[in-house]
């Protein structure tokens, strides 16, 4: 009898899995080749293999098993700071006393690789056109930074609460970007979107329109006090670091502000560019809803895309991870797609030029400029005005506009 393949398997579905297992596992490559002996030679920068997750191991007493905020310091919102603390236990219970920090980064590589997973099930369910479901699954910011630090559960919580906003369910959304914001900041932007959704969306009468944005509110504040409160009230000064951090930290030499000091063009202290960072964003916003509110009056909720762009060139602080937050929404929401192309090769220079400069101040090669961060940043920055424009002038994608819903599991049909 001859060998042959299943008929009954959906092949083309199993060839999106397989791609994201590959890109997962190249994410596992990038972040571990570097691993055998430590890092030596400022091979962390010059291989782009430096992560964050090798140093908490110790830094942060996980090889001891010490619970986060109550027995060690830890600069990260409380739900990301219990996912490190599960993803060290899970290392010590698999690995007992041999357990090392590369161990720990395989534990966290694997832990995101399961929610970029999830999202990828969540994009099926919904009837993702399959060129965005590629995208997905060969995503570059996903080989970059799966096992550079715990950003996939705070994406996955922002995709599915706009998932959830496009099906009407605006209660469950602002729940999920309650609790996406107990992981990250960054979910807490998609709140006012999903607010102004449920008062302007649709014609309800006003009282039932102001019930339910009260009861949105309540299921984002509920959602991020089940998590935080217990931690606040208990180990206060250590809950607080993440945002006194936040406040405090100096800028990156990717972010807008750095690259304009940089440059010469402006410098400003830490207060002065705090508060210059919430003018610029407040006023952005504000002209984002206003410039996309007759064309996405009906699901203002995708303007939750461009606000949080917006935030990222305006913010003191742009890690190179935070590609990663956008990456998926942009997926979701942007008319075209080769903006988004041209984004995350932006996103890929920044990243070089940036780990390059540190390579160059501990007088490693390849080594780069303030003025080569400075062109890398700025081409990103310049693709993201022109994605955030598309996003609010222009009609989201067919796919995500359409009420009709396929069967969960099959492939989207293509753009045209």
């Given at each position: 009898?001859?060998?042959?393949?299943?008929?009954d398997?959906n092949?083309?579905?199993?060839?999106?899995?397989?791609?994201?297992a590959?890109?997962c596992?190249?994410?596992?490559?990038?972040?571990?080749?570097?691993?055998?002996?430590?890092w030596?030679?400022?091979e962390?920068?010059?291989?782009?293999?430096?992560?964050?997750v090798m140093?908490?191991?110790h830094?942060?007493?996980?090889a001891?098993?010490?619970i986060?905020?109550?027995?060690?310091?830890?600069e990260?919102?409380?739900?990301?700071?219990?996912?490190?603390?599960?993803?060290?236990?899970?290392t010590r219970?698999?690995?007992?006393?041999?357990?090392r920090?590369?161990?720990?980064?395989?534990?966290?590589?694997?832990?995101?690789a399961?929610?970029?997973?999830?999202?990828?099930?969540?994009?099926?369910?919904?009837?993702?056109?399959?060129?965005?479901?590629?995208?997905?699954?060969?995503?570059?910011?996903?080989?970059?930074?799966?096992g550079?630090?715990?950003d996939?559960?705070?994406?996955?919580?922002?995709?599915g609460?706009?998932?959830?906003?496009?099906e009407?369910r605006?209660?469950?959304?602002?729940?999920?970007?309650?609790l996406?914001?107990?992981a990250?900041?960054?979910?807490?932007?998609?709140l006012?979107?999903?607010?102004?959704?449920a008062?302007?969306?649709?014609s309800?009468?006003w009282?039932?329109?102001?019930?339910?944005?009260?009861?949105?509110?309540?299921?984002?504040?509920?959602?991020?006090?089940?998590?935080?409160?217990?931690?606040?009230l208990l180990a206060?000064?250590?809950?607080?670091e993440?945002?006194?951090?936040?406040?405090?930290?100096?800028?990156?030499?990717?972010?807008?502000?750095?690259?304009l000091?940089?440059?010469?063009?402006w410098?400003?202290?830490?207060?002065?560019?705090?508060?210059?960072a919430?003018i610029?964003?407040?006023?952005?916003?504000?002209?984002?809803?206003?410039?996309?509110?007759?064309?996405?009056?009906?699901h203002?909720?995708v303007?939750?895309?461009?606000?949080?762009?917006?935030?990222m060139?305006?913010?003191?602080?742009?890690?190179?991870?935070?590609?990663?937050?956008?990456?998926?929404?942009?997926?979701?929401?942007?008319?075209?797609?080769?903006?988004?192309?041209l984004?995350?090769?932006?996103?890929?220079?920044?990243f070089?030029?940036?780990?390059w400069?540190?390579a160059?101040?501990?007088?490693?090669?390849?080594a780069?400029?303030?003025?080569?961060?400075?062109?890398?940043?700025?081409?990103?920055?310049?693709?993201?005005?022109w994605?955030?424009?598309?996003?609010?002038?222009?009609?989201?994608?067919?796919?995500?506009?359409s009420?009709?819903?396929?069967?969960?599991?099959?492939?989207?049909a293509?753009?045209?």
């Amino acid at each position: 009898m001859g060998w042959a393949l299943p008929r009954d398997v959906n092949w083309r579905l199993a060839a999106l899995w397989l791609a994201l297992a590959a890109t997962c596992s190249a994410g596992w490559l990038f972040k571990a080749h570097c691993v055998p002996g430590g890092w030596t030679e400022a091979e962390q920068y010059t291989t782009g293999c430096y992560n964050d997750v090798m140093p908490f191991w110790h830094g942060r007493a996980v090889a001891d098993g010490k619970i986060p905020y109550f027995q060690t310091r830890m600069e990260y919102p409380v739900l990301t700071g219990a996912q490190i603390w599960a993803e060290g236990s899970a290392t010590r219970l698999l690995f007992g006393k041999r357990a090392r920090d590369w161990h720990f980064l395989g534990v966290v590589v694997i832990a995101n690789a399961l929610l970029a997973a999830l999202v990828l099930k969540w994009f099926l369910a919904a009837g993702m056109d399959t060129r965005r479901l590629w995208g997905w699954a060969l995503a570059p910011p996903l080989i970059l930074y799966v096992g550079h630090n715990w950003d996939m559960a705070a994406t996955a919580l922002a995709v599915g609460a706009m998932l959830l906003a496009r099906e009407g369910r605006l209660v469950p959304a602002a729940a999920a970007a309650g609790l996406g914001t107990a992981a990250k900041l960054f979910p807490v932007l998609a709140l006012p979107m999903i607010g102004l959704s449920a008062l302007f969306g649709d014609s309800r009468p006003w009282r039932q329109r102001l019930l339910r944005a009260a009861a949105l509110s309540a299921a984002a504040i509920g959602a991020w006090a089940l998590v935080n409160l217990p931690v606040a009230l208990l180990a206060h000064e250590n809950w607080s670091e993440f945002y006194r951090f936040s406040q405090e930290r100096q800028g990156t030499a990717g972010a807008t502000w750095d690259v304009l000091a940089n440059m010469g063009w402006w410098f400003t202290g830490i207060e002065e560019r705090n508060r210059y960072a919430a003018i610029a964003f407040v006023v952005g916003f504000a002209l984002i809803v206003g410039l996309g509110w007759r064309r996405h009056q009906g699901h203002l909720w995708v303007l939750f895309t461009p606000v949080l762009a917006w935030f990222m060139l305006t913010n003191k602080v742009y890690s190179p991870q935070f590609d990663l937050w956008l990456y998926p929404l942009l997926l979701m929401t942007a008319p075209r797609l080769w903006p988004v192309a041209l984004f995350v090769l932006g996103g890929i220079a920044a990243f070089f030029a940036e780990f390059w400069w540190f390579a160059g101040m501990e007088h490693a090669w390849p080594a780069t400029t303030t003025g080569q961060i400075a062109i890398a940043a700025g081409f990103r920055a310049a693709v993201m005005l022109w994605i955030i424009g598309e996003c609010v002038l222009r009609a989201p994608p067919a796919w995500l506009a359409s009420s009709f819903r396929r069967k969960p599991g099959s492939l989207g049909a293509s753009e045209a």
